[in-house]
């Protein structure tokens, strides 16, 4: 069986995309985490820093929370994770006949969704035995050939019903509408893990920079991170550990001008100086 790091490395298929492993080793840690997959002397270390667990998972995780600093690499990874899932899963015995599955990237709003629609796209497109597998292609949504469909949706506790999900990615959730809205974040997970129910492997992703000390990303923190043996595994990270790359100055510019900020959007740390109305 084909695992996602398999994938990732594979120049037929992803290879080409991750070819600096020095950029990608934390994620590559993380994936393992997230799917169970085996560690690498060293991997151990950075699992723990990361999660704040001391146990290696044994199972697939059942939800993932990444939050990472801004320009940490988090929805091109979260990209990888959808068509990982999408082209590579079988899902055809948990699917009546007509029925199609659903990779569903939520966000904020439609153009925001995009952003990591477009990622996706991208991965599909540019590898050739991925790209045969497209039936149709618009602006929203992508249809496979092995019945699953990769759709973009705006997070609403209404739109996401009526969907059999196999993935569902949930893209800046600290910035989706709170309890004082007709969209509150409770309710939209709440609306989306049903129809998660009956397939079997389904994961829900949500990933984020932290705001306020408030919210479902927030109470995800506080509940599972660091819980060994949690089927919810919590991932907090800032920016440059996951992103070497990014450079030290314009972190250093950003926590000069206002590091209660910069803690939050560089740092991944909740801020203390936000609260609701």
């Known amino acids: 069986m084909t695992t996602i790091l398999d994938a990732m490395t594979d120049p037929n298929l992803f290879g080409s995309f991750f070819k600096d492993g020095h950029s990608w080793a934390r ?62 899963r079988d899902y055809s015995n948990h699917l009546a006949p007509g029925e199609r599955g659903t990779v569903m990237v939520l966000a904020a709003d439609r153009r925001q969704a995009r952003v990591i629609f477009r990622y996706i796209s991208a991965l599909l497109n540019l590898v050739p035995m991925l790209a045969a597998m497209i039936e149709r292609l618009t602006a929203e949504s992508i249809d496979l050939a092995n019945g699953i469909t990769i759709e973009i949706h705006t997070a609403s506790f209404r739109s996401v019903r009526g969907y059999t999900v196999v993935a569902a990615l949930c893209d800046e ?9 007709a969209n509150p974040d409770r ?21 984020g920079t932290p705001y306020r000390r408030a919210g479902v990303l927030y109470e995800a923190f506080d509940r599972h991170y660091g819980k060994d043996g949690d089927p919810v595994l919590v ?43």
């Open 27 to 88: 994620w590559r840690v993380l994936l393992k985490a997230i799917f169970a997959l085996p560690f690498d002397q060293g991997d151990l270390a950075v699992f723990r820093r990361l999660t704040g667990r001391k146990e290696v998972p044994t199972e697939s995780a059942r939800e993932a929370w990444l939050i990472v600093g801004r320009r940490g690499g988090k929805s091109f990874c979260v990209s990888l994770i959808a068509v990982f899932l999408a082209c590579f």
């Open 173 to 181: 959730i600290a910035f989706w509408q709170d309890e004082t809205s």
């Open 187 to 207: 309710e939209i997970l709440d609306a989306i893990r049903p129809a998660m129910a009956t397939i079997p492997g389904a994961l829900l992703l949500c990933i």
């Open 235 to 277: 991932v907090r990270a800032s920016s440059r550990t996951m992103n070497p790359t990014l450079p030290k100055e314009v972190v250093a510019a950003a926590y000069e001008r206002d590091p209660a900020a910069a803690a939050a959007e560089y740092g991944a740390h909740f801020r203390d100086d936000v609260t609701g109305f």
